[in-house]
T-cell receptor, first 112, second 113 residues
C-alpha cells in the first residue's frame, strides 16, 4: 500500500516549456487535490476533483490544467511554465465524506 | 482574505518543555480543524483534529484546544522532543465543500537539546 505517489520528485523547466505532474493513490479515495507550497504562503489549493469525472478550480488555478484520468490518477499540467510557478507541488486524496487528506511526497519544480 | 492564520512563523522550545502553536480563523462555519506536521522534503502528515462542537482533543503528547468564541485553536505538545522539529500547519474544513481544506501559513517548530 503506497498511499499517494507523485512523479517526478524534482524538475527544472525553462520559461515557456510544458510538463505534466503525475499523482496516483491506491486507497480507493474519491476526492483528489493539487496544492502548491510557497514560503510564507502555506498550502494553496490549485485544483481539485471531488469524484472521478469532475474537476474544479481552487484558490490559484491560473496557468494550470488538470485531468482526472480515472479514480486512482489525477494529473496537473503546466502548458507554458513561468518563473512564478516555481514551487513545491503536493497531491492529496481523501475518503468519501472525510476531511483528513493524505499527501504525497511532493514535486519540487523550478522554472528558470 | 486569509481565513486561517498562523501568526508565528517560528518557535523554539527546549526539549522536555511544552510547545504551544497557535492558529486563528475568521469563518465561523468551519466544522473541523486539523493539524498537520511536515518534515523537509516530505508531504504533510495528519497529526490531530478537533470537531467544532468540542473544546479539547487529546492524543498522547498532543492536545488541541478550541475556543470558538475567540475563533482560536492551539496545539500543545508535552513534552517536546527533538523529533517534533518540523513545520506545523493548521487547517480548517467546512462540511459540504468537497472535503476541501483551508490551510494556515505554518509555524516552524525547533526543539533544542
Amino acid at each position: 500500500n503506497a498511499g499517494v505517489t507523485q512523479t517526478p520528485k524534482f524538475q527544472v523547466l525553462k520559461t515557456g516549456q510544458s510538463m505534466t505532474l503525475q499523482c496516483a493513490q491506491d486507497m480507493n479515495h474519491n476526492s483528489m487535490y493539487w496544492y502548491r507550497q510557497d514560503p510564507g504562503m502555506g498550502l494553496r489549493l490549485i485544483y481539485y476533483s471531488a469524484s472521478e469525472g469532475t474537476t474544479d478550480k481552487g484558490e490559484v488555478p491560473n496557468g494550470y490544467n488538470v485531468s482526472r484520468l480515472n479514480k486512482r490518477e489525477f494529473s496537473l499540467r503546466l502548458e507554458s511554465a513561468a518563473p512564478s510557478q516555481t514551487s513545491v507541488y503536493f497531491c492529496a486524496s481523501t475518503n468519501p465524506g472525510g476531511y483528513e487528506q493524505y499527501f504525497g511526497p511532493g514535486t519540487r519544480l523550478t522554472v528558470t | 482574505d486569509q481565513q486561517v492564520k498562523q501568526n508565528s512563523p517560528s518557535l523554539s522550545v527546549q526539549e522536555g518543555r511544552i510547545s504551544i502553536l497557535n492558529c486563528d480563523y475568521t469563518n465561523s462555519m468551519f466544522d473541523y480543524f486539523l493539524w498537520y506536521k511536515k518534515y523537509p522534503a516530505e508531504g504533510p502528515t495528519f497529526l490531530i483534529s478537533i470537531s467544532s462542537i468540542k473544546d479539547k482533543n487529546e492524543d498522547g503528547r498532543f492536545t488541541v484546544f478550541l475556543n470558538k468564541s475567540a475563533k482560536h485553536l492551539s496545539l500543545h505538545i508535552v513534552p517536546s522532543q527533538p523529533g517534533d522539529s518540523a513545520v506545523y500547519f493548521c487547517a480548517a474544513y467546512r462540511t459540504g465543500t468537497a472535503s476541501k481544506l483551508t490551510f494556515g501559513t505554518g509555524t516552524r517548530l525547533q526543539v533544542t537539546l
